[in-house]
């Protein structure tokens, strides 16, 4: 199986296969294409290459609809219901014929509802309105729906993010009944000891190539883990030149209940990039939109400079020195329809433009001073943000938070989705920077990236920082701390 | 060139109508009636170039046939008082600035959808002023009319006054700030946030804008008549909201011009004085403007379709 995006290769020949009555666990980094793999199998994703053959039959041309019809269900993190309708209405929705006309039987749909509810043990009324369940009485009514439409292959991701203890041992009771009953369950976790406890075969993905299947009995945590990074940094990152200088930020047990980030304790000197490891959901970007103000710390303290500062706003945290390069650049990052230099002149407006009127004169040598700066390729700055590759798209996001002149610079993903060139263009851009005495605060998935990028790394898990590491450290104990094992 | 094209092409279609107009109804531009035609519409381009800022940010506001009403009545009854025209005129935008500032803190400091505020506000004040008026005209004093000049001087001033306006507001939107957050706003706002930008102020500021423009423009048209009808601006909205769609501003917040909005009030208010000249039953005026309207809908999202493939 191959799937390209763009310039990207997220597959690059991926085999798979799922036996029927089998959990089969997929385990990869972020990024290492199981999300693609698993769009690919739903139909929701066109392969470029390969083929898929269900129960020895090839299937070409796999849409959301089809994929149904062969049995094949996806039950994603957040369930994907109706939440206005009851259960045993957002059971018949999925069940049903779907003509247009047709009487709709209340008792046999809610008789339905009720079996399936109890064949896997949910204690869950019919008649209950969705919203007012819980996460993981969702869950079920998804998996309750998978059963009823006669699901052969059964696609789990992360269903236990969310869930407590006694809620994931139902979970478990579930799967592990269906698997009794003949279904093929791809079981999606970065929790390790889940997959110890319910999977037969453990299929590792890196970099959109299958490095693995193996029977689970036959590995151990060690030996997983070292497959999913197992690979070596390459010497292309800027070498550190950098020393250390003062503390710039420093957290003292900072939480916010509403971002779900709890007892953070981290300093940041200048001249110093302390890169931040983690699996999606750990927290990373959260604790950014916390320091930035967004959604605003609730306890604990910001020191920047010693100086201890409350922060409610971006505003407020722009007027500190704080800059913050969010994670998803076509969005938040860059405003496609406007020309670069006005992009790059948007947080700074009274610092350029003390006077009554706009100097565009002024605004014109900023972006060009930019460009120039960071390499910028556009035909000038009146090109809309909307005409640049991803890359340059980044710099111009890179360019509105440097003219802020920060000291604090907070990189989320800075090189998400970005081509190899670009990208060690903004890799020399963020050593410079550092070099200059800013002190930088790097987020990123991209493992490799964060080893060669970062004096310190500080890993989170679960909403808080869960180990400090040096820079001399190996992938092997980032992901092991990432996965929540000490070894 | 590029970057106006959307703008030429209104202004394109205005010059065809106005020469198809000079060859076959040359009686159109007779002096007296255009200059009455254009004194008619300089209120309405001043609430047309706040309602241009309220749909850049991506907001809609239905109340301002009801406010103009409202401003009118009460700036009348001042004047009526013996109050002087300049303190009339003042008052009257304050009454503006205070509705669109219930509207604005309604939409920005609720966060409720602008359709449905100022949906609820625009029946509010509507029927407040017939329960409180019953319908009742109000007698202005001599001297009003007309700001006190003689009927053409006061044509003139108000045309160009309006046209001042127009060129003033113009020039801000692209070259102050708050102009260029106007537009980072509407195009998105959690981006303009994340910039430091205060998108739910700025959107209560435009509205506030809106209000006190509709103040204005209540008095720009009291003083063309010796009464106040307290009906009047009702269908204000829709002329605005077309006047400023034809010109050019995208519904989807984030871009358009005011001088756009200008050309394109133009192609629609010199629609019903064509049809008389063309001697077409005057009925023909709304689906022409409808049709109108229509062609630059469809344009815009055909253009849209085709820069995102």
């Not at chain 1, 062969?70 to 259960?87: N, R």
């Not at chain 2, 307290?230 to 605005?240: A, C, D, F, I, T």
């Amino acid at each position: 199986m191959t799937k390209s995006f763009g310039a990207v290769r997220a597959l690059k020949g991926v085999s798979f296969d799922l036996h029927a009555g089998e959990v089969h666990a997929l385990l990869g980094e972020n990024g290492a294409g199981k999300s693609t793999l698993i769009k690919v199998i739903t139909g929701a994703h066109q392969p470029d290459g390969g083929s898929i053959k269900i129960n020895g039959e090839s299937v070409s041309q796999l849409t959301p609809a089809s994929a149904h019809k062969l049995g094949i269900a996806c039950i994603y993190q957040q369930p994907a219901l109706f939440p206005d309708l009851t259960v045993a209405e957002n059971i018949g929705l999925r069940l049903e014929s779907a003509s247009v006309f047709r009487k709709v039987n209340w008792a046999i749909r809610q008789q339905r509802a009720a079996e399936l509810l109890k064949r896997i043990g949910a204690e869950i009324s019919p008649d209950a309105e969705v919203r007012s369940l819980s996460m993981p009485e969702q869950q079920l009514v998804e998996i309750a729906c998978a059963l009823g439409a006669g699901a052969r292959i059964v696609i789990m991701d992360e269903p236990t993010a969310s869930l407590t203890q006694k809620e994931q041992h139902l979970l478990f009771a579930v799967v592990k009944d269906l698997r009794a009953s003949g279904v093929g369950v791809i079981y999606i976790s970065h929790r390790l000891e889940e997959i110890f406890a319910l999977a037969d075969r453990v299929t590792v993905l890196r970099d959109g190539e299958s490095v693995g299947t193996n029977k689970v009995g036959e590995m151990n945590e060690s030996s997983l883990i070292k497959l999913m990074v197992g690979r070596e940094v390459s010497a292309i990152y800027p070498p550190s030149e950098s020393a250390a200088g003062n503390v710039v930020l420093s957290l003292k047990n900072l939480g916010c209940a509403a971002g779900g980030v709890e007892n953070i304790s981290l300093d940041v000197r200048a001249g110093e990039i302390v890169g931040m490891a983690g699996l999606v959901g750990a927290g990373r970007t959260e604790l950014a939109r916390v320091i930035f103000g967004i959604t605003p710390a609730d306890s604990g303290e910001i020191l920047l400079n010693g100086q201890r500062i409350t922060i409610s706003t971006p505003k407020e945290a722009v007027a500190h020195g704080i800059a913050y390069v969010p994670e998803d650049r076509r969005r938040h990052g860059v405003i496609l329809e406007m020309p670069i230099a006005h992009n790059m002149t948007m947080a700074i407006h009274d610092r350029v433009f003390p006077g009554t009127w706009l100097r565009f004169g002024a605004e014109r040598q900023l972006a060009l001073d930019f460009t120039h700066d960071l390499g910028v390729k556009a035909y000038g700055p009146d090109a809309p943000g909307g005409s640049l590759s991803g890359g340059n798209q980044q710099k111009v996001s890179l360019a509105r938070w440097l003219a802020t002149k920060p000291k604090l610079l907070i990189l989320d993903e800075p090189t998400q989705g970005v081509d190899v060139g670009a990208k060690s263009e903004i890799h020399k851009i963020i050593r410079r920077l550092a070099k200059e005495g800013l002190a930088v605060l790097m987020i990123s998935s991209d493992l490799p990236e964060v080893l060669g990028m970062s004096d310190r790394i500080a890993v989170m898990r679960g909403g808080t920082i869960t180990a400090m590491l040096l820079a001399k450290t190996d992938a092997h104990e980032v992901m092991a701390a990432a996965l929540g094992k000490q070894n | 060139m590029k970057r106006h094209f959307r703008e030429l092409s209104v202004a394109a279609a205005l010059l065809v109508v106005l020469l198809g107009l000079a060859i076959v109804a040359p009686a159109f531009f007779q002096p007296q009636p255009l200059l009455s035609l254009l004194t008619r519409e300089a209120p309405t381009l001043v609430v047309a170039c706040g309602m241009a800022l309220v749909i850049i940010s991506r907001q809609i506001d239905i109340s301002v046939g009801s406010q103009f009403a409202v401003c009118s009545v009460c700036g009348g009854l001042l004047a009526a008082k013996g109050w002087p025209l300049p303190l009339v005129f003042l008052s009257s935008v304050l009454f503006g600035a205070i509705m669109g500032a219930v509207n604005g803190w309604l939409v920005a400091g609720l966060r409720l959808p602008s359709i449905v505020v100022t949906l609820a506000t625009m029946v509010t004040w509507r029927e407040a002023l017939r329960w409180q008026r019953q319908g009742e005209f109000v007698n202005l004093p001599d001297g009003l009319q007309w700001v006190g000049l003689s009927q053409i001087a006061g044509q003139w001033t108000l045309i160009l006054a309006a046209l001042a306006l127009l060129v003033l507001l113009a020039l801000a939107t692209k070259h102050l700030s708050a102009g260029r957050f106007v537009y980072a706003v509407g195009t998105d706002a959690e981006a303009a946030r994340l910039a430091g930008i205060r998108p739910q102020l700025t959107i209560f500021f435009v509205f506030v804008f809106m209000g006190a423009l509709v103040g204005l423009a209540a008095m720009m048209n009291v003083v063309q008549s010796p009464q106040v009808d307290p009906k009047s601006g009702s269908g204000l909205e829709l002329k605005v909201i077309a006047a400023a769609v034809v010109g050019g501003v995208a519904v989807s917040g984030g871009r358009g011009k005011l001088w756009g909005v200008f050309v394109g009030l133009l192609l629609l208010a010199c629609i019903s004085p064509a049809l008389t000249h063309l001697h077409i039953e005057a009925y023909w005026e709304k689906a022409i403007q409808g049709a109108i309207i229509l062609l630059a809908v469809v344009a815009d999202g055909l253009r849209t379709r085709k820069q995102r493939n």
